[in-house]
């Protein structure tokens, strides 16, 4: 089929972005390929205060909502995205994925109050338009087609035992073949961004159960820490993600939160690194 092509194997490499060398993790030779973006930031290169310093791209933290506004514009312009809309859902640890399947502006912009309304994931099959996310803690996870769809996840522990990263490769999968007469998802490229490690993440009993009875007592190195992240592979791997098509950033959160926003590191009260997506026009 003419219309897939193959995805370079996925890769995380550490760069800086336009003039004020604001660090990310990204994967250029995705971009040169498919020419999707897909960076993961750190709290380095924004304008916001302490405690918030400095990339916070989180609108609902406490922060100046204009430091905020002018975090989001330093981010695309630095990605070269600085014309693009973006879509920032309203997180609340649900299930809802918004849907946008074209770039005209009233559909961006119904796809914008669905965001609002609150979602957990945004998938977009288009060029033109901008997905960003939110973190400080939870698994930043974007997904590739190699059709050029993408989708731009977040899951918290609710997110992963709720399947929510499954959920999306699932809806990628029928649109791709609603387009192109065939699903891809064994060639879907899926990105982690830094997340709390499983040494960090201690939780009570009660999570614990929830996490045995859905994905087995693997995923849980002790009686206290989960692998939010081991856990979320096995999903992907049962929904057709071919194992080499998983990468993952090697930081934590909070064991690095001198480099990452840390709910838990900062009691509950700091910026958010985000994850953006979007495919060039
Ligand atoms: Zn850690």
């Given amino acids: 089929m003419d219309a897939i092509c193959r995805l370079p194997a996925p890769h995380l490499n550490a760069r800086r972005f336009g003039a004020r060398s604001l660090p990310a993790l990204t994967d250029d030779a995705l971009f040169e390929t498919v020419g999707v973006r897909v960076a993961f930031t750190g709290r380095e290169g924004g304008v916001s ?9 989180g609108d609902h933290v406490g922060d100046d909502a204009r430091a905020v506004d002018r975090n989001r514009a330093l981010l695309l312009e630095a990605l070269g ?18 849907d946008v399947g074209d770039a005209a ?6 796809a914008r109050a669905q965001a609002r309304a609150g979602a957990d994931a945004v998938a977009v099959a288009v060029p033109g338009v901008a997905a960003l996310l939110c973190f400080a803690d939870c698994l930043p996870v974007v997904i590739v087609s190699p059709t050029g769809r993408f989708a731009v996840v977040h899951a918290g522990w609710r997110g992963v035992v709720g399947g ?10 029928e649109r791709d073949a609603e387009e192109v007469g065939e699903r891809a998802e064994g060639g879907f490229n899926v990105y982690v961004g830094p997340h709390i490690c499983s040494r960090c993440f201690e939780t009570g009993e009660d999570v614990r159960a929830r996490f045995v009875e859905r994905f087995g007592e693997a995923v849980c190195p002790d009686e206290r820490h989960i692998d939010l992240f081991d856990a979320l592979r096995r999903d992907l791997l049962d929904v057709g993600i071919v194992s080499e098509r998983i990468v993952h950033a090697s930081a934590c959160t909070k ?22 997506a979007f495919r060039e026009v």
């Avoid at 205060?49 to 791209?57: G, K, Q």
């Avoid at 502006?105 to 119904?110: D, I, L, N, R």
């Fill in 255 to 276: 064991c690095e939160s001198e480099k990452y926003y840390s709910f838990r590191a900062e009691g509950g009260v700091c910026g958010r690194h985000g994850a953006v």
């Fill in 81 to 98: 995205a600085d014309r693009l809309p973006l879509v920032v859902p309203s997180q609340v640890h649900g299930d809802a994925v918004v």
């Fill in 49 to 57: 205060a302490s405690p918030f310093a400095s990339l916070n791209l």
């Fill in 164 to 173: 929510i990263a499954t959920k999306v490769v699932r809806l990628m999968a």
């Fill in 105 to 110: 502006p009233e559909v961006v912009e119904a």
